[in-house]
């Protein structure tokens, strides 16, 4: 089946440190997802992107659906200890596709 | 905000037994969804439903049956729980056919 190409895996950073995570596919995707979970909850959704190279921001969060639409990505900016957590990238193929998730990226970060 | 609930929201259970993982929206969703995660893994989609008495089977093979004869409320049930069942179950529903999804909690399932 169709697969997303989520990394990195896991980072681990300093708190104040900028943070950067991608998406990437060989398919075209309609709409680009970004949510994330804490241990223990469902995930909750971050920021969601529907045209090829819009930016959108939510607080200190930015995402941007690349211009091809076979990849996103999702920067955090001075990152604090609340955002440990998993992100997961999500894309939808065509208008009524399921979606489909990456395998996640496991952010860790030190006081 | 989103409003899907699961319930239990943990669930022990020894192996043979039956069990009901109820999910509930009140956003009046076409679309739902259960989901299984290991935990800190990826989600597997096992069960969706388009809307009422419409049910399909997901990508990964599950040994659960769902039922959809309400629009706010779709059940998964097990009915002999294994300890290969162990797993985290994860409800979401989605106003059109894919698009945004939003979660429940989940339930966290231990077979022993």
């Known amino acids: 089946g169709q697969q997303l190409n989520q990394s990195p895996q896991s980072m681990f950073i300093q708190e104040g440190e900028d943070v950067s995570m991608n998406c990437t596919s060989s398919?075209?995707?309609?709409?680009w997802l970004w949510y994330k979970q804490e241990p223990g909850e469902g995930p909750v959704l971050l920021i969601a992107?529907?045209?090829?190279?819009e930016l959108t921001s939510n607080g200190r969060l930015t995402a941007q659906f690349g211009i091809t639409r076979k990849d996103s990505f999702l920067n955090i900016s001075a990152s604090i200890p609340s955002d440990v957590g998993i992100y997961f990238c999500?894309?939808?193929?065509?208008?009524?596709?399921?979606?489909?998730f990456g395998k996640g990226t496991k952010l860790s970060v030190k006081p | 905000e989103a409003d899907i609930y699961q319930t239990p929201r943990y669930l022990v259970i020894g192996t043979g037994k039956k069990i009901t993982l109820e999910c509930s929206q009140t956003?009046?969703?076409?679309?739902m969804y259960w989901y299984q995660q290991d935990p800190g893994m990826e989600l597997h989609l096992i069960h969706y439903?388009?809307?009422?008495?419409?049910?399909e089977k997901g990508d990964l093979s599950s040994e659960s049956t769902v039922s959809r004869i309400r629009t706010e409320h779709f059940p998964l049930t097990l009915e002999s729980a294994r300890p290969s069942h162990t797993s985290q179950y994860l409800c979401?529903?989605?106003?059109?056919?894919?698009?945004?999804?939003?979660f429940g909690q989940g339930t966290r399932l231990t077979v022993v």
């Open positions: 979401a529903s989605s106003r059109d056919r894919g698009g945004v999804a939003f």
């Open positions: 398919s075209i995707f309609n709409t």
């Open positions: 992107l529907y045209k090829a190279g």
């Open positions: 999500a894309g939808q193929l065509g208008s009524q596709g399921n979606l489909i």
């Open positions: 956003m009046g969703h076409d679309k």
């Open positions: 439903s388009y809307g009422v008495n419409s049910t």
